[in-house]
């Protein structure tokens, strides 16, 4: 599996960002895609995550404020990201799981960088 993330940039405080992820490769062995984050000097975090069944997991820190869906027929997921905070600001990694064995598939990192 390929994952090529897109999106991304510089925003204001309280402003809204979309970041989109498409998969390629063995994408009907999908169990779950999603956003990671990290921040510098920080450990990477779960943003965001949607499962094959459409459940979705949300990090508190987001909640309210980024929603996750998804394209199946595209194989694409989506992260927007509304009423930004400069503590969002991080490198956003998309995030795949795969088949039975639930491999972990990572695409390139795309920075948000939010400004105060």
């Known amino acids: 599996v390929q994952l090529q993330a897109s999106g991304g940039g510089l925003e204001q405080a309280g402003g809204s960002l979309e970041l989109s992820c498409a998969a390629s490769g063995s994408t009907f062995r999908l169990n779950a895609i999603g956003w990671y984050r990290q921040a510098p000097g920080k450990q990477r975090e779960l943003v965001a995550d949607i499962s094959s069944g459409g459940s979705v997991t949300y990090a508190d820190s987001v909640k309210g404020r980024f929603t996750i869906s998804r394209d199946n027929a595209k194989n694409t997921v989506y992260l927007q990201m509304n009423s930004l905070k400069p503590e969002d600001t991080a490198v956003y990694y998309c995030?795949?799981?795969?088949?039975?064995?639930?491999?972990?598939?990572w695409g390139q990192g795309t920075l948000v960088t939010v400004s105060s």
């Open positions: 995030n795949a799981v795969v088949g039975v064995s639930r491999t972990e598939y």
